[in-house]
């Protein structure tokens, strides 16, 4: 019987684990062999560079990660190289079953993340993290992006929010919106059609990233006429949004509309007590490293609290 299992291995995950370390909880973390077709260590095992981390001016994402895992043995987290299939929340204590063995714990915490929808176009794979990106505020503000035409794909108001924030790097930013509108709220609208800086394409589809090392330009479609065009662009970002990785939980906790786990405001307690959430998977506005580990502090202490009673 363990006190606490801890399913994910990104900034939530190993914060929540080395908080549960040093409270003595001795937790046990299940840190996922590819999953979600990621590596161990979450989306930043997929960044570059991160210049936005407390304590780093620069710091690859997978050093990062490796850093913060080291720290989670060190503080006494055992960790297993292996994906949850699926978990069983509906009597004490739980269960978790990984292959054919099953795991029984008092408390749960679930930081399994959130994985960017990605549009899979030729050339995409070969330059991703080479000039594609799925995070403006992650990766717009490095010296590779800036002076450039950047591209973003997506219309509603995280493509928006995207598109405004590079502006403050790029020369100019391409809006590929697929319809004949955008989707994001009217104040947002305003704000991205005021912006000199902004060019919104309508009924466009992109059909192939370019370049060799590095992107180059974005074959695209119009959508209504089927020309296709070359656009120069040195970046692209996705902005047409998240997949949280919440699929083995089989509806047993309650959900929001697009799949994020609800928490009860002010803490990380989801609707089953005694199981906690916490980063991407419970987090669809801010989705930074930081604010992830924020919430695996948050987890663990609320999972302490909870064995307590």
Not at 76 to 94: A, M, Y
Not at 138 to 156: E, Q, S, T, Y
Not at 177 to 199: C, T
Not at 233 to 260: C, N, R, W
Request: glycine content about 10%.
């Amino acid at each position: 019987m363990e006190n606490i299992i801890i399913i994910g291995s990104g900034p939530a995950g190993h914060t929540a684990a080395i908080y549960a370390a040093r409270a003595n909880l001795k937790p046990l973390l299940f840190e996922g062999l590819l999953a979600a077709g990621v590596a161990a260590g979450g989306q930043l095992t997929t960044t570059t560079e991160v210049e936005n981390f407390p304590g780093y001016v620069s710091i690859s994402g997978p050093e990062l990660m490796g850093k913060m895992r080291q720290q989670s043995q060190h503080c006494g987290t055992r960790i297993v190289t292996e994906t949850v299939d699926k978990v069983d929340l509906s009597g004490k204590p739980f269960k978790v079953f990984v292959g054919n063995q099953t795991y029984e714990t008092k408390a749960l915490i679930i930081a399994t993340g959130a994985t960017a929808k990605r549009m899979n176009l030729p050339g995409e794979e070969r330059l991703w993290q080479k000039g594609i990106s799925a995070c403006a505020v992650c990766d717009g503000a490095l010296p590779f992006f800036r002076n450039k035409v950047l591209a973003v794909i997506g219309g509603g108001d995280s493509a928006v929010e995207e598109a405004t924030f590079l502006t403050k790097f790029g020369s100019k930013v391409l809006m590929l919106v697929r319809r004949d509108a955008l989707r994001a709220s009217k104040v947002m609208q305003e704000r991205v059609k005021n912006n000199g800086k902004i060019r919104i394409i309508f009924n466009t589809l992109p059909i192939e990233v370019l370049g060799d090392k590095f992107i180059t330009g974005l074959r695209i479609k119009n959508a209504v006429t089927n020309a296709e065009s070359v656009l120069d662009v040195g970046g692209l970002f996705y902005a047409i949004g998240h997949m949280p990785s919440t699929a083995f939980l089989k509806s047993q906790l309650e959900l929001d509309e697009a799949g994020y786990i609800k928490t009860k405001p002010g803490c990380t307690q989801t609707s089953v007590p005694g199981v906690f959430a916490a980063g991407d998977v419970q987090d669809k506005i801010y989705r930074q490293a930081v604010t992830s580990a924020g919430t695996g502090c948050m987890a663990a202490l609320d999972a302490e609290r909870y064995l307590s009673h």
